[in-house]
Each structure stands twice: as structure tokens, then as C-alpha cells.
T-cell receptor
Framework: AQRVTQPEKLLSVFKGAPVELKCNYSYSGSPELFWYVQYSRQRLQLLLRHISRESIKGFTADLNKGETSFHLKKPFAQEEDSAMYYCALSSAGGTSYGKLTFGQGTILTVHP | DSGVTQTPKHLITATGQRVTLRCSPRSGDLSVYWYQQSLDQGLQFLIQYYNGEERAKGNILERFSAQQFPDLHSELNLSSLELGDSALYFC???????????FGPGTRLLVL
């Protein structure tokens, strides 16, 4: 069974401070990991996909298979980063390919 | 807007009733996914279709059913509604199961 854990429900930082949103996963196969963001009253948007290795809006995430983690990081948080962040996992093959398992989400608040 | 669209935006109904939620995927997308977002369960995968065929099932109740039509739009039918079915229902679409999922704005269902 696949499982995603985001241990922090709420995270508060000040503008300009580094931020790290934690994500741990459990999956026996080869996973694909994602970060989605949901700004207030807006739809979920893809922020990062681990296979693309992109940096979006200054955010990066590295897949650590040894620690089964995919933490999201940004060196200098901005007020506009305040949102709900979801870590998600999909199997990288088979008939379940595409089915996303989400963590419970972390609400990030960046204070001025 | 050529993104994923969902109707209606809001739905208020009574216990025991039946409702139909509609989703139009992005142009060219063959995969459609349904997710339920509730306060206690978080974001949960319900069901996935690809080019009209059911591909994967998640935690979808027997009272719920879905289909994808030849024009690729999808409908999620919820019957014998209970208070606990109150949630935000998201549809997402992607070109193939391997590609990024784009989410719709959701339908907020309130069962009284």
C-alpha cells in the first residue's frame, strides 16, 4: 500500500527565512513524487515533479530513497508562498500509474 | 479558459438524494481522475478513466459511480447521500496516465 505523511499540519516562518516542508512516503515499488500547491480559493496546481528536477518559484525537492523522503525547500520564503502544500505519490508503472496518493497537507504561512 | 472545468460549483442537497457532478477535461487529455477532499479524510483518490475505460479505483463507495463519455467528459454520480459525503470533489485530467494531472476548481457538495 502507498502512504504519504506530512508531519506538520501548520508551518509559520518570517519573510526571507528558509522553509522546509517535510514529506515521507511508504511504497514498495518505484514511486513518482510530486508537490502540489493550493492557494486560497484556487485549484490545486503542480509545483514540482521529481523526475523533471525543475526549480519552480524558488522551490526545490530532492527524492531521498534511503530515507524515503521528498522534502520541499526554499531558501528565502516570500509572503506569496503562503498556501496549502500537498505531497503526493504515484506508482511509476502498472495499472495504478497516475493514481495519486496525497499527504494530509501543510499550511504554510509566511509573515511579513 | 482551456483548463479543466467542473459543474456545478456548489451543490446543496438532502440526505438520501442523488446528484451528478460533471467534469470536462482539458482539450486533448484522455485521462480523467476524481478525488474527494474532506476535513477528516484529506484528499482521496476515487476513480480514474482513460479514453472511456475505467483504469483504477480507489476508496470509492458502492453508492458512487462514474463514467467517461465518448467526448471524454466525465460524470460522478453520488446516490443515497449521507451527511458524511459533504466534501469538495475535484476532477483532474492529463494527456496520459504518465503525464501531469491538471485539477479543476472543484464542486463543493453540502448534504443537509
Amino acid at each position: 500500500a502507498q502512504r504519504v505523511t506530512q508531519p506538520e499540519k501548520l508551518l509559520s516562518v518570517f519573510k526571507g527565512a528558509p522553509v522546509e516542508l517535510k514529506c515521507n512516503y511508504s511504497y514498495s515499488g518505484s514511486p513518482e513524487l510530486f508537490w502540489y500547491v493550493q492557494y486560497s480559493r484556487q485549484r490545486l496546481q503542480l509545483l514540482l515533479r521529481h523526475i523533471s528536477r525543475e526549480s519552480i518559484k524558488g522551490f526545490t525537492a530532492d527524492l531521498n530513497k534511503g530515507e524515503t523522503s521528498f522534502h520541499l525547500k526554499k531558501p528565502f520564503a516570500q509572503e506569496e508562498d503562503s498556501a496549502m502544500y500537498y505531497c503526493a505519490l504515484s506508482s511509476a508503472g502498472g495499472t495504478s500509474y497516475g493514481k495519486l496518493t496525497f499527504g494530509q497537507g501543510t499550511i504554510l504561512t509566511v509573515h511579513p | 479558459d482551456s483548463g479543466v472545468t467542473q459543474t456545478p460549483k456548489h451543490l446543496i442537497t438532502a440526505t438520501g438524494q442523488r446528484v451528478t457532478l460533471r467534469c470536462s477535461p482539458r482539450s486533448g487529455d484522455l485521462s480523467v481522475y476524481w478525488y474527494q477532499q474532506s476535513l477528516d479524510q484529506g484528499l482521496q483518490f476515487l476513480i480514474q478513466y482513460y479514453n472511456g475505460e475505467e483504469r483504477a479505483k480507489g476508496n470509492i463507495l458502492e453508492r458512487f459511480s462514474a463514467q467517461q463519455f465518448p467526448d471524454l467528459h466525465s460524470e460522478l454520480n453520488l446516490s443515497s447521500l449521507e451527511l458524511g459525503d459533504s466534501a469538495l470533489y475535484f476532477c483532474a485530467s492529463g494527456r496520459t496516465p504518465q503525464e501531469t494531472q491538471y485539477f479543476g476548481p472543484g464542486t463543493r457538495l453540502l448534504v443537509l
